[in-house]
């Protein structure tokens, strides 16, 4: 099994809303990565994960907040965002912490009004 | 700055021709790349990659050539489908991150 799901898959948000990404892997992989893509862009990395903890952060806006609970889901918490966030947030994980063979998740496509 | 890119944002192929995606590098250090393909509504879906210490990888239907010399990368896809109508992104992973290419369209032709 090599699936990483995310929910939800469509998200529309206010500028004052607070809502939440979700992820979740049962591979058993120890790193689990936020990116952001943009319309006919490539995706771009946001956060890193390796053994639940927090390990890169590539200087995001802390209005987007990350989270592990576990070793199997990752959270991205959204709050007040801005019209220029609307996106495809994907989640990828992969085996160990050096990131090779990520694999990637079909993303939430969010719109902030 | 270091970038990974691609010649070409867009490359249209008649179904069953073989299928060449160039990909440009400039990070001399770079050990490892990807191949990735984006359908539609999709994410990301990992084909084949390549470490430093060789020069080509084939899997199926697709082959992977590397040459440092130059700093390039390319994927070869055999006998293209329709079903192979995506971008493909090739990916360098440096510093325990993947860092994607602008990404190639490929179009297939009836």
């Known amino acids: 099994d090599t699936e990483v799901t995310q929910t939800p898959k469509h998200l529309v948000m206010g500028m004052t809303n607070k809502k939440s990404l979700k992820c979740e892997q049962h591979?058993?992989?120890?790193?689990m990565y936020w990116y952001k893509q943009k319309a006919k862009k490539p995706p771009e990395l946001m956060f890193v994960?390796?053994?639940?903890?927090?390990?890169i952060n590539e200087s995001v806006p802390s209005r987007f907040s990350p989270e592990c609970p576990n070793s199997s889901l990752l959270n991205l918490h959204l709050h007040a965002l801005q019209p220029e966030d609307s996106a495809l947030y994907l989640c990828?994980?992969?085996?160990?912490?050096?990131?090779?063979?990520?694999?990637f998740g079909p993303g939430t496509r969010l719109l902030v009004l | 700055g270091e970038s990974v890119g691609l010649h070409l944002p867009t490359l249209s192929v008649q179904e069953g021709d073989n299928s060449i995606i160039n990909c440009a590098y400039s990070?001399?250090?770079?050990?490892?790349f990807i191949w990735y393909k984006q359908e539609s509504g999709k994410g990301p879906q990992f084909i084949i990659d390549?470490?430093?210490?060789?020069d080509k990888r084939q899997g199926q239907r697709v082959t992977v050539l590397l040459n440092k010399t130059v700093k390039h990368l390319s994927l070869q896809i055999a006998a293209t489908q329709p079903g192979d109508s995506a971008v493909y992104f090739c990916?360098?992973?440096?510093?325990?991150?993947?860092?994607f290419g602008k990404g190639t369209r490929l179009h297939i032709l009836p």
């Open positions: 994960y390796s053994y639940e903890k927090l390990s």
């Open positions: 990070n001399s250090a770079s050990d490892y």
């Open positions: 990916a360098e992973n440096r510093d325990d991150k993947i860092i």
């Open positions: 591979m058993g992989h120890r790193a």
């Open positions: 390549i470490r430093s210490n060789m």
């Open positions: 990828a994980s992969s085996q160990d912490p050096a990131g090779e063979t990520q694999y």
